[in-house]
């Protein structure tokens, strides 16, 4: 029993020091989106994005899930995307995208300090979700059917009102970073104490040797796989601190898991609005070896290797 609580206190230090640096970074850009929206900027910002998303066979409409969904999580862009009501298919291309590139000032701030560089983690978010998207454009089928803009006629919410929406969703927040960040936390110290950690590098080490990951992110590749890059970061900064997984590794790993992180949980988000789970998360792993691979032979290249 001591050894078990001597390892759970363990997790004590850092669970506090990423929970305070996830929520300095959170509430912040959680608040200044909700005044955007609240002086129309998010709605400025999405007839601009227009012409783009009509490349990619959505309707202009669709900007407005894609911004909230680039800028805030998955769950904002299915509440948009619910309210306006798309086809089969564009709902499709949305997921895709949204997928890949959600919540992007927060998990490129995780990508940074775990070895990327920040900007970078956003433009190849931001270009492989076009990506998908134009290609989903040209396999899915078309659909005939005309599907008409549900009429949005929300009652005029007062400021006050919606301000303590947020803070309400703050406090809730607050309270679900802090029990997920000292869960897994706890989690790790557990599993590398007790020898888990090396048993789960060797069973999933073939996965990751075909998409060109290195075997030592075993477990950072679970867990951002498993519940995603913002709650996977605690996990993550702690390796990397720890020289447990070298930074040119761990950025090896964030051109992965840029594209395919959550593939559990946020995939089955859509499925539940009735997205086919093939055509979201095939084309996320087949981009995903691309890019591993490409970036492992431009780091050679600049090496003098290849």
């Known amino acids: 029993m001591k050894r078990l609580f ?83 298919r ?6 895709i995208m949204v997928l890949i590139a959600h919540n992007l000032i927060i998990e490129s701030a995780v990508q940074k300090k775990t070895g990327s560089n920040g900007i970078w983690m956003v433009v190849l978010r931001l270009t492989m979700a076009f990506v998908a998207a134009f290609l989903l454009n040209f396999i899915l089928p078309n659909e005939t059917e005309t599907h008409a803009l549900n009429a949005i006629n929300l009652p005029s919410v007062p400021f006050l009102s919606t301000l303590i929406i947020w803070l309400k969703a703050t406090l809730w927040l607050i309270l679900k970073v802090a029990l997920i960040v000292t ?32 075997v030592q992110a075993a477990f950072m590749w679970i867990i951002a796989n498993v519940i995603g890059l913002s709650w996977g970061s605690a996990i993550m900064i702690q390796y990397v601190e720890e ?59 600049r090496a003098g290797r290849l």
């Not at 909700?34 to 490349?55: C, T």
């Not at 992180?261 to 095939?282: C, N, Q, R």
Request: no cysteine.
């Open 243 to 301: 020289k447990r997984i070298s930074r040119q590794e761990a950025d090896i790993l964030n051109h992965h898991i840029a594209i395919t992180h959550s593939l559990l949980e946020d995939t089955l988000l859509f499925v539940a609005i009735g997205v086919p789970v093939i055509w979201i998360t095939a084309p996320r792993l087949l981009l995903s070896f691309i890019v591993v691979w490409l970036y492992r032979a431009v780091l050679m290249w």
């Open 183 to 214: 869960g897994l936390n706890i989690l790790q110290q557990l599993m590398d104490e007790y020898g888990f950690t090396k048993w789960l590098s060797t069973l999933v080490s073939p996965i990751l040797q075909m998409f060109g990951l290195p």
């Open 6 to 88: 001597d390892t759970i206190k363990k997790a004590y230090k850092p669970s506090v020091k990423t929970i305070w640096w996830l929520l300095s970074l959170m509430i912040p850009v959680s608040f200044a989106v909700f005044v955007l929206n609240a002086l129309g900027v998010i709605g400025w910002l999405s007839q601009f994005a227009d012409p783009m998303v009509r490349m990619v066979g959505l309707r202009g409409e669709a900007a407005v899930a894609l911004i909230t969904g680039f800028l805030l999580n998955i769950y904002s862009a299915i509440a948009v995307m619910e309210s306006i009501g798309f086809s089969g």
């Open 90 to 95: 564009e709902n499709t291309i949305l997921a």
